[in-house]
């Protein structure tokens, strides 16, 4: 997939997202939607290059990866992933 594509679709994910995150099981009422953003983010863009393997096949790679991700900013794998599990299955329709 091209990734203006990719961008554009994460334009539409990261609207979804920001009205969304709170509702969460996981959101933390003091932690805003920046600070889960870059694991929705990630889920989206795994979904589109693994999305063809289950979760439980992708989330050790993942967790490995997650520190070379260039959009995490300040987050740690522990703190976001249950978002990018999140993301992935609204992406791969896994619920």
Partial sequence: ????????????????????YHNRPYAHGDRQ??????????????????????????ESDLSREWDSYPHRGRSTWQQVKDAVRDAWERVTGSR
């Avoid at 091209?2 to 994910?13: F, I, L, M, R």
């Fill in 1 to 20: 997939m091209a990734d203006t594509v990719k961008s554009d679709g994460w334009n539409v994910e990261q609207m979804y997202w920001r009205k969304n």
């Fill in 33 to 58: 939607f920046e600070e889960y953003e870059p694991g929705y983010r990630y889920g989206y863009e795994a979904a589109h290059r693994y999305g063809d393997r289950s979760w439980e096949d992708v």
